[in-house]
């Protein structure tokens, strides 16, 4: 709720506003930066637009962005998380003065990308939170916002993962997600022995499920030789299942190349991730970290806390 109205109330007086600059980086990476410098934004008082080039913006949303860019006006975000996801003109709040560039030093006050927690932490501490759970929040929240292309590109991959029968019973789910490729720079990468090992504990922790082995399991990697080496390694009467884009390494064109199709991919693929009761996880990196997120504030509060989560590699930035 302290979100929604940062984000979205209509303001008794002009707004400041606090301008997100994205970062060329990885998409997960991309929205953790998004989430601190709303955190920055809020314990200053401010409103958060986001502007720049987005390197995993779908090519169907460019003609807009391309129309909207000179002007100031469209957040690329849009494209998968719609036009509420910031304070913008509308209906409810017609004479909304908006800034016409990011020079515009009547309305915009910050325009860097502060990664640390520090400049937040009286924010933190008045609302008794942590920075995981201000990360997790923020991300229900986006998410909340999550545009109907997305969830036309879940649908597709469901088809295409699941087949006719469609998705299984949640507690017969296992998402799993590996991270290998450059991670390498950054973590010691586990091998995939320990991540079908991990499969078989998180379920045997849950005692609904008699201590049956999963027949699902969702793998969660754009990275095929991660797929291949799950495949080869898993029992034989597990069912596999993966989708969204996949390629053999993390070279960094990668997220320009396909127009975008490979952010609109990977955001169908993780509404996928979302399906499960169990999950394997390493929250050393972005994307599993985000997984964990939306796991502990969206579908652990639709099921009474009923999902199980086995982190093989801890992190929180």
């Not at 913006?57 to 975000?77: G, L, N």
Request: aromatic share 8%; glycine share 4%; charged share 20%.
């Amino acid at each position: 709720k302290r979100i929604q109205n940062n984000q979205m109330t209509c303001p008794a007086s002009p707004p400041k506003y606090w301008v997100h600059r994205i970062m060329r980086n990885g998409l997960g990476q991309m929205l953790h930066q998004w989430s601190q410098t709303l955190c920055n934004a809020m314990q200053a008082d401010r409103r958060v637009l986001t502007r720049g080039l987005f390197v995993w913006m779908h090519e169907s949303c460019q003609a807009e962005f391309d129309a909207k860019r000179a002007a100031f006006s469209y957040s690329p975000f849009a494209c998968y998380f719609g036009h509420d996801h910031e304070l913008h003109p509308s209906s409810a709040c017609p004479a909304l003065p908006m800034p016409t560039s990011i020079n515009d030093t009547a309305l915009v006050t910050n325009t860097t990308v502060n990664k640390s927690v520090k400049a937040c932490d009286q924010l933190l501490e008045r609302d008794n939170l942590e920075v995981p759970q201000f990360r997790a929040a923020s991300m229900e929240w986006l998410f909340s916002h999550v545009s109907p292309l997305v969830m036309d590109e879940a649908r597709k991959q469901l088809r295409g993962a699941f087949g006719a029968d469609g998705m299984p019973d949640r507690d017969h789910l296992v998402t799993v997600h590996i991270r290998w490729g450059d991670k390498a720079k950054e973590m010691k990468l586990k091998p995939v022995q320990q991540y079908i090992k991990a499969v078989h504990d998180v379920v045997g922790r849950d005692k609904t499920s008699n201590n049956t082995y999963p027949l699902h399991v969702y793998i969660a990697s754009e990275d095929i030789n991660a797929r291949q080496a799950f495949r080869d390694m898993a029992p034989a009467h597990w069912k596999l299942h993966s989708s969204g884009p996949h390629v053999r390494n993390r070279r960094p064109a990668i997220r320009q190349n396909a127009n975008g199709r490979n952010g609109l991919e990977s955001l169908g693929a993780l509404i996928l991730s979302m399906e499960a009761n169990h999950y394997v996880l390493t929250t050393k990196s972005n994307w599993s970290r985000l997984i964990n997120e939306l796991r502990l504030n969206i579908v652990n509060p639709r099921c009474n806390n009923c999902t199980r989560m086995t982190d093989l590699i801890y992190g929180e930035w």
